[in-house]
Structure formats: C-alpha cells, structure tokens
C-alpha cells in the first residue's frame, strides 16, 4: 500500500525554537497534503490542507503565520511551528493523497512535539 | 461542532465474537465515509471505505453499514482477533476535488484473548 513517511517522529526542544516536520509520500505522487493536531484522547484535528505549488488553506482558528507550511513537491510538505511554546506542544499527523478521486488519505506515523 | 460522533469511547470484544463500532454524522452532504485504525503513537491506517449510493461494503473481517436516512455507519469485525485492539476512527467527507475529511473522536477497542 501507499506508504507516507513523517520525520521526525518525537522532537523536544526549548520555547521560542522553531521545528520542522517532514511529510514524504513515497511510492506515489501526492497532490493533496494534510495537517492535522491530535490532543490526548480527542480527534484529529485538521490544521491545513496543502496542494503542490500552492498556498496551504488553513482552517478556522488555525494561525498560518505561526505553522507555515511548505508543499513545494509532488513528494515533500513541510510543517515548520515558528516561535514555538509549551501550548504548541502535542502530536502532528500528515496525510497524503493522489489524484484519483475518493482516493483514501494516507497517513505519516506522526510527529510527537514537547516544547519545554 | 462535532459533525462526525462515535459515542462509545471504548469497546471491549471476546476473541471470536463481532465486534460493532458504530458513528452518526450530522452533515446531509457527506457521501464518502471511511474507518481507519490507529495504534498509539503511530498515524492512523485505511481500512474501508463506503461511498453514500452503496448501504454495505465488505472487505474481509469488515463490513461497513451505511443508512443514509438515519446518518449513521457502523463497522463490524468478525471474527475479532486480539491485533484488531486499537482506536478505530470514523470519517466523513465529500467525494471529488477538494477532500477534507472530518473524523469523529474515535473508539478504543479492545478484543480480550
């Protein structure tokens, strides 16, 4: 099956740093990228959608200026939280699809991030 | 507004038996609807899928149930297996272009050996 790679998959670091995580789909082109946010024991929570070549449309509540992301590939979307603080911290999915349509989303193992 | 609802936040199932996971939707729009399977700590995984001019949909150990008129799918696992304990999500969206997939809160299900 399609295979979708994040990384890195655990981060801490210090308040104020900014992180990056990468979203690769790997045996298929993905022209659709998805952001999501998963608090402990509630839904994912989509951030963003991504096309390649295009700006990312966030959603509601969603600060594009503090998680910038990055979709300049087929293959490659990034996610960068910039300034990060204690309250950015929590798990980050990225999902992948292809073109065709009803094509299920494909999703990375995750990005567990622990601002201290 | 929660558009997509599992409200049973967990499960427990004895090995062998069917295991039923049900979810309600609020959106009339909604005609794509998927199950996928999450571990912890990993990203959730595929499961089924059933599209809205379908009632069932079968795929081995699992078939998914729609009805429409009651905005309401359920996933069934027979028989269930101790590998299926996992949290199982229930998704929504609108086929063609632009997918954005809502997904409920997700039940935890545990199949007892």
């Known amino acids: 099956g399609a295979v979708v790679s994040q990384h890195p998959s655990w981060v801490i670091c210090k308040s104020g740093t900014s992180v990056k995580i990468e979203c690769r789909s790997l045996?298929?082109?993905?022209?659709?990228m998805f952001w999501y946010r998963q608090f402990p024991k509630q839904s994912l929570m989509l951030m963003a959608t991504?096309?390649?070549?295009?700006?990312?449309?966030?959603e509601q509540g969603v600060e594009k200026d503090k998680f910038l992301i990055n979709h300049a590939s087929l293959t490659l979307s990034t996610l960068t939280v910039t300034s990060a603080h204690p309250e950015d911290s929590s798990f980050y999915i990225c999902?992948?699809?292809?073109?065709?349509?009803?094509?299920?989303?494909?999703f990375g193992d995750g990005t567990r991030l622990s601002i201290l | 507004d929660q558009q997509v609802k599992q409200n049973s936040p967990s499960l427990s199932v004895q090995e062998g038996r069917i295991s039923i996971l049900n979810c309600d939707y609020t959106?009339?729009?909604?005609?794509?609807f998927l199950w996928y399977k999450k571990y912890p700590a990993e990203g959730p995984t595929f499961l089924i899928s059933?599209?809205?001019?379908?009632d069932k949909n079968e795929d081995g150990r699992f078939t998914v149930f729609l009805n429409k008129s009651a905005k309401h799918l359920s996933l069934h696992i027979v028989p269930s297996q101790p590998g299926d304990s996992a949290v199982y999500f229930c998704?929504?969206?609108?086929?063609?272009?632009?997918?954005?997939?809502?997904f409920g809160t997700g039940t935890k299900l545990q199949v007892i050996p």
């Open positions: 959106n009339s729009m909604f005609d794509y």
């Open positions: 045996d298929f082109q993905a022209t659709t």
């Open positions: 998704a929504a969206t609108l086929s063609g272009g632009y997918q954005k997939v809502t």
């Open positions: 999902s992948a699809r292809g073109d065709r349509e009803s094509q299920p989303q494909h």
């Open positions: 991504s096309n390649e070549g295009s700006k990312a449309t966030y």
């Open positions: 059933i599209s809205s001019i379908k």
